[in-house]
Antibody, heavy 120, light 107 residues
């Protein structure tokens, strides 16, 4: 059973960089036809896709965030990470890491989510 | 970006009711449409993928249909545990986009 767990600071100051890590257990992050995603959800609002990387090393980002986002992977730790720079209050949200099945292109495993608040 | 529009935004229903939620894409997404259920404080859960395939472990009262731009999620007989918010998502192209959600409440 694959499990994903987000970790990182729950409070980030405006203009700083938000950094989160997703630790994957129950399967190797570098095997299989999977995309590893970051998705966020402001309180009381809908879901916004941030971006993803594929096991081949390629990445895709939401154009609305592309200039500020970096997704990277550490296969030795079976982790992938999100960095979002120059944050504002609008970046306050629950951040989820998730696995996307390559063929069906649907997200079958999600982390529990972590709340990140941007505030001074 | 492909815009996903769900209707209704919310609905009230009783246990045992048949419930239908629709999702419309701003352009054809073939069958690359997924449905998720989200309960308060929890991560979304995959119900239906590629428009009509039932995810393993999901009760058969959930079904999906459609292709191109118009899709439907149906709950054949609403159960107490089905009160939640439902989202559609297109996986045809990047950026992935979600509908705004449909909240199913108890009547």
């Amino acid at each position: 059973q694959v499990q994903l767990q987000e970790s990182g600071p729950g409070l980030v100051k405006p203009s700083q960089t938000l950094s989160l890590t997703c630790t994957v257990s129950g399967g190797s992050i570098s095997s299989g036809s999977y995309y590893w995603n970051w998705i966020r959800q402001p309180a009381g609002k809908g879901l916004e896709w941030i971006g993803r990387f594929y096991t081949s090393g390629s990445t895709n980002y939401n154009p609305s965030l592309k200039s500020r986002v970096t997704i990277s992977v550490d296969t030795s730790k079976n982790q992938f990470s999100l960095k979002l720079s120059s944050v504002t209050a609008a970046d306050t949200a629950v951040y989820y890491c998730a696995r996307e099945m390559g063929i069906a292109a649907s997200i079958d495993y999600w982390g529990q989510g972590t709340l990140v608040t941007v505030s001074s | 970006d492909i815009q996903m529009t769900q209707s209704p935004s919310s609905l009230s229903a009783s246990v045992g009711d048949r419930v239908t939620i629709t999702c419309r894409a701003s352009q054809s997404i073939r069958s690359y449409l997924n449905w998720y259920q989200q309960k308060p404080g929890k991560a979304p859960k995959l119900l239906i993928y590629t428009a009509s395939s039932l995810q393993s472990g999901v009760p058969s009262r959930f079904s999906g249909s459609g292709s191109g731009t118009d899709f439907t999620l149906t709950i054949s007989s609403l159960q107490p545990e089905d009160f939640a918010t439902y989202y559609c998502q297109q996986s045809y192209s990047n950026p992935r986009t979600f509908g705004q959600g449909t909240k199913v409440e108890i009547k």
